[in-house]
T-cell receptor
């Protein structure tokens, strides 16, 4: 499987701060880049996704920035809240998705 | 969003027995469903792509005779772990795409935790 590299592995952010998670992919044929949020014991839930024809997409406090030439995309969580504490996975693909290794986010009160 | 339901949500079985996990798309039709396996604190690894009415496509390293997949209808795919062993203990998650949408969005089930004693 083509790799999707995600960093950091874990992240601690103070309440109200900005959480930033980065991903890089290899396959230039990928055309769908979603971010998933997963709580312990639950399946992943789609947060936000982007296609390569735009460089940024914002939904509420969540923003994806996409750099096609660098083959990188990132998730920004503005005004991070304790309830955002979860594991976040980036993914990339077309017919199937390849997932990054995940980032455990802890938002301290 | 669309709902994908998995059953059972958790199961404990003895080594050597077989376990069936169901994945249903509740309010949409899915010609393709995907089965993932997730070990603790690790990422989701695609096991196989389940195709309605035809054979599943397995990822490299996944034993198709051990992980039997059946996609008998547009709303149901099943994963059977045959002759389960403790190393098969994992979190199994299915996902599906709405055949009527062109967004590419994958909807995930809540997962099924298998513990093999």
């Amino acid at each position: 499987q083509q790799q999707v590299k995600q960093s950091p592995q874990s992240l601690i952010v103070q309440k109200g701060g900005i959480s930033i998670i980065n991903c890089a992919y290899e396959n230039t044929a990928f055309d769908y880049f979603p971010w998933y949020q997963q709580f312990p014991g639950k399946g992943p839930a789609l947060l936000i996704a982007i296609r390569p024809d735009v460089s940024e997409k914002k939904e509420g406090r969540f923003t994806i920035s996409f750099n096609k030439s660098a083959k990188q995309f990132s998730l920004h969580i503005m005004d991070s809240q304790p309830g955002d504490s979860a594991t976040y996975f980036c993914a990339a693909g077309y017919s199937t998705l390849t997932f990054g290794k995940g980032t455990m986010l802890l938002v301290s009160p | 969003g669309a709902v994908v339901s998995q059953h059972p949500s958790w199961v404990i079985c003895k080594s050597g027995t077989s376990v069936k996990i169901e994945c249903r798309s509740l309010d949409f039709q899915a010609t393709t469903m995907f089965w993932y396996r997730q070990f603790p604190k690790q990422s989701l690894m695609l096991m196989a792509t389940s195709n309605e009415g035809s054979k599943a496509t397995y990822e490299q390293g996944v034993e198709k005779d051990k992980f039997l997949i059946n996609h008998a209808s547009l709303t149901l795919s099943t994963l059977t772990v045959t002759s389960a062993h403790p190393e098969d203990s994992s979190f199994y998650i299915c996902s599906a795409r709405d055949a009527g949408l062109n967004t590419g969005e994958l909807f995930f089930g809540e997962g099924s935790r298998l513990t093999v004693l």
